[in-house]
């Protein structure tokens, strides 16, 4: 994956929005103004996602690509190398897991308004 497959995935998610909030070297994504996900293009491998602090251990032990989250909160998030050794589908499951994770956040109102979309 690269980091136009990787945008291109989520922007397909409900009310996410992208910028260059931090410099022109990490897109970010976000949900109802959180973020959800940061993009180093700088490094151009790797970006960070949000985690359940279990799962987030547990992908860790499972794979040596996944790594507590550089210039994070290391118990909420990961950073994902994304060297060719994960599939898709084990990517896009860590990144939907970091967008449910941002709308389960969100206020009620705001949950129910994405759910309609």
Not at 9 to 35: H, N, R, S, W
Request: charged letters at 25%; hydrophobic letters at 35%; a negative charge.
């Amino acid at each position: 994956m690269n980091v136009e497959e990787i945008r291109d995935y989520c922007m397909q998610k409900p009310a996410t929005e992208e910028g260059l909030p931090f410099g022109d070297d990490t897109l970010v994504f976000k949900v109802a103004g959180k973020i959800f996900l940061l993009f180093s293009l700088d490094k151009g491998n790797r970006f960070n996602v949000k985690c359940d602090p279990e799962l987030a251990v547990e992908l860790r032990d499972q794979h040596t690509e996944v790594q507590p989250g550089y210039h994070m909160n290391k118990t909420h998030w990961n950073t994902v190398f994304i060297d060719g050794s994960l599939t898709y589908k084990q990517i896009h499951t860590m990144i939907d897991h970091s967008y449910r994770l941002i709308v389960k956040s969100l206020p009620k109102k705001v949950q129910a308004e994405l759910a309609d979309d």
